[in-house]
């Protein structure tokens, strides 16, 4: 009896310490990072397009976050912009960091490709903008009409890329995701970046 009794307190103890280390600590310290001041919250169109991101898999494919190029400068190389750092996820819930990167990080596309001209057709057809893309096309956000409305938003497809009569239009979910994709621009400054950068480019002299 004794014996069961002691490794149930162990037991709970090793809980305790496990729940303390990886949920309380963490949390009390992520709680006093500083928000960057550039950092916008997410607008209703952007909310609904961040949930359009979540239910269409983007997340599998890709990340949202750059790493220290003290380690991994290949994603500075690519123009990903600087790493990101706990504030710039303060708006996200939940957190889409993502673990694959079949795509590119996506953590500054709005700032890469600032054209929702682009990301609209992008979606209708990466090929049309990105030659030997493997992304599936997500045409189902889009309607093909005869002839669009005044207030539709068209998509001028290039060929061969469109339809070979009528017009794209864009539905409000395709126009609620570009929205978000345009939100994701990281380039304001961050107060808490690692020093690793500096610290290089002393080495370097």
């Not at 149930?8 to 990886?22: C, D, R």
């Not at 209703?44 to 397009?49: H, L, M």
């Not at 979910?173 to 961050?190: C, G, I």
Request: proline residues 10%.
């Amino acid at each position: 009896m004794k014996r069961a009794l002691a490794i149930m307190v162990g037991a709970a103890f090793i809980l305790l310490l496990a729940t303390l280390t990886l949920v309380v600590l963490p949390y009390i310290q992520m709680s006093t990072e500083a928000v960057p001041e550039g950092l916008k919250p997410y607008t209703e169109q952007e909310r609904i397009g961040r949930q359009s991101y979540i239910a269409n898999g983007c997340v599998y494919c890709h990340s949202q976050q750059p790493r220290d190029p003290s380690f991994a400068p290949g994603d500075r190389d690519r123009g990903w912009g600087r790493p990101g750092v706990p504030g710039d996820y303060a708006n996200d819930r939940p957190h889409l960091l993502g673990t694959m990167r079949t795509g590119p990080d996506l953590f500054n596309i709005g700032a890469r490709q600032p054209s929702e001209d682009w990301h609209l057709i992008h979606l209708y057809n990466p090929q049309a903008v990105m030659k030997g893309s493997i992304m599936p096309p997500y045409r189902f956000l889009f309607k093909q009409v005869d002839k669009a409305g005044a207030n539709d938003r068209v998509v001028n497809i290039p060929p061969p890329y469109g339809p070979e009569s009528g017009q794209v239009v864009a539905t409000d979910e395709a126009k609620a995701l570009v929205a978000y994709l345009l939100a994701l621009d990281h380039t304001y400054p961050a107060p808490t970046l690692p020093k690793a950068e500096s610290t290089s480019d002393t080495d370097k002299e």
